[in-house]
């Protein structure tokens, strides 16, 4: 038996053990909030912060490549718009640094939501079949999972494999991105999981994650996930292979 996850867009995410009138507000609520953002400079803006635990304007429009008055009034806007807020950054000498990071309210962006009928599915199969069903049944999504990114995965190398690997997993919706290491490892970091209701609902998503990595880049991963400020980090340490 295969099963598949695919992600929902917020506007469309509704679950099923909802009321019908409570769905539609939910639905509408996202509508909304996604209408807040509007203008691609916005979702620019949005985008590279999720990416990060907090930017100083300077920082941001150095990667946007967009002017310094041009970010900082982006970002006023979207404070006023609750979908940022700010901190400050405590520096050895000097004056501290105003970073900006997104609110709980910036996060409903993005989704985190699979395919619900996934989890309704594992769950029948645990009640039918015993608690190592869903198990199994991960298992097989995991293994096809893994075929189809190595089937697209190029280069001889770690590096080149993990940074291919890397931009697979961003098109994917993670926010995956490739850091390298000076003792010859590295590591993907993601800032996003388009399946982390998975994630809370079957912890063993984690350990099937970190070995589909492995396989597929040939190499030991360890895998450390962790919330900061209500950011989903999740990084995969590669071990060095060559």
Same mark, same amino acid.
Request: with cysteine.
């Given at each position: 038996?295969?099963?598949?996850?695919?992600?929902?867009?917020? $506007? @469309?995410?509704?679950?099923?053990?909802?009321?019908?009138?409570?769905?539609?507000?939910?639905?509408?609520?996202?509508?909304?909030?996604?209408?807040?953002?509007?203008?691609?400079?916005?979702?620019?803006?949005?985008?590279?912060?999720?990416?990060?635990?907090?930017?100083?304007?300077?920082?941001?429009?150095?990667?946007?490549?967009?002017?310094?008055?041009?970010?900082?009034?982006? #970002?006023?806007?979207?404070?006023?718009?609750? /979908?940022?807020?700010?901190?400050?950054?405590?520096?050895? @000498?000097?004056?501290? @640094?105003?970073?900006? @990071?997104?609110?709980?309210?910036?996060?409903?962006?993005?989704?985190?939501?699979?395919?619900?009928?996934?989890?309704?599915?594992?769950?029948?199969?645990?009640?039918?079949?015993?608690?190592?069903?869903?198990?199994?049944?991960? /298992?097989?999504?995991?293994?096809?999972?893994?075929?189809?990114?190595?089937?697209?995965?190029?280069?001889?190398?770690?590096?080149?494999?993990?940074?291919? /690997?890397?931009?697979?997993?961003?098109?994917?919706?993670?926010?995956?991105?490739?850091?390298?290491?000076?003792?010859?490892?590295?590591?993907?970091?993601?800032?996003?999981?388009?399946?982390?209701?998975?994630?809370? $609902?079957?912890?063993?998503?984690?350990?099937?994650?970190?070995?589909?990595?492995?396989?597929?880049?040939?190499?030991?991963?360890?895998?450390?996930?962790?919330?900061?400020?209500?950011?989903?980090? #999740?990084?995969?340490?590669?071990?060095? #292979?060559?």
């Amino acid at each position: 038996m295969s099963v598949e996850w695919r992600t929902i867009a917020p $506007a @469309r995410s509704i679950r099923s053990s909802t009321p019908l009138n409570s769905q539609f507000s939910t639905s509408l609520l996202k509508q909304r909030l996604i209408q807040t953002v509007g203008r691609s400079a916005r979702l620019k803006v949005l985008n590279e912060l999720k990416r990060t635990e907090g930017l100083a304007v300077p920082d941001i429009a150095a990667r946007l490549k967009m002017s310094y008055m041009g970010v900082k009034d982006l #970002c006023l806007d979207l404070e006023k718009r609750g /979908l940022l807020d700010t901190w400050r950054e405590p520096r050895e @000498r000097g004056r501290p @640094r105003m970073l900006y @990071r997104l609110t709980h309210r910036a996060h409903e962006l993005f989704p985190t939501t699979s395919n619900e009928a996934t989890i309704v599915l594992l769950d029948a199969a645990k009640k039918l079949f015993g608690p190592a069903a869903p198990e199994k049944l991960l /298992l097989v999504v995991f293994q096809r999972r893994t075929e189809q990114y190595a089937a697209k995965l190029k280069g001889e190398t770690l590096a080149a494999r993990a940074k291919w /690997l890397a931009r697979l997993r961003d098109q994917d919706g993670f926010m995956s991105e490739f850091v390298a290491g000076k003792d010859g490892g590295a590591r993907i970091v993601e800032h996003h999981s388009t399946i982390l209701d998975l994630l809370r $609902a079957y912890p063993i998503v984690a350990r099937l994650e970190g070995e589909m990595f492995g396989r597929i880049l040939k190499t030991g991963v360890e895998r450390e996930e962790r919330m900061v400020s209500g950011l989903y980090i #999740c990084t995969f340490y590669l071990r060095a #292979c060559e």
